[in-house]
């Protein structure tokens, strides 16, 4: 059984920077790709950016190289670094795993004020 635990997000303002943190446990195959999604209201869940057990990574183009994903597999976590942020970055970002079937966290709240 995949578990997702995300972490990281908060308040911050326009420019800032976040990193959120996915912690992750489960079977290894089930666990080889990990992917960050943002969901605003009233609109489905995005795909922001990807990232497998060999490093291999996929970012969505709006991302603009404002984001990295990477990988820490001795601690099992995924962070999703976001600089220069904007109040479009607003969202809750969650965490995924679809290897076994769809695997979500709880979200984590980012809020960019202006």
């Known amino acids: 059984q995949v578990r997702l635990v995300e972490s990281g997000g908060g308040l911050v303002q326009a420019g800032g920077s976040l990193r959120l943190s996915c912690q992750f446990s489960?079977?290894?195959?089930?666990?080889?790709?990990i992917n960050w999604y943002r969901q605003t209201p009233g609109n489905q869940r995005e795909l922001v950016a990807s990232i497998n057990s060999n490093g291999g990574t996929y970012l969505r183009d709006f991302v603009e190289g404002r984001i990295t994903i990477s990988r820490d597999n001795a601690n099992s976590t995924v962070d999703l670094q976001m600089n220069a942020l904007t109040p479009e970055n607003t969202a809750v970002y969650y965490c995924?795993?679809?290897?076994?079937?769809?695997?979500w966290g709880k979200g984590t709240q980012v809020t960019v004020s202006s």
């Open positions: 489960g079977d290894r195959l089930c666990t080889a790709s």
């Open positions: 995924n795993a679809d290897n076994c079937g769809p695997t």
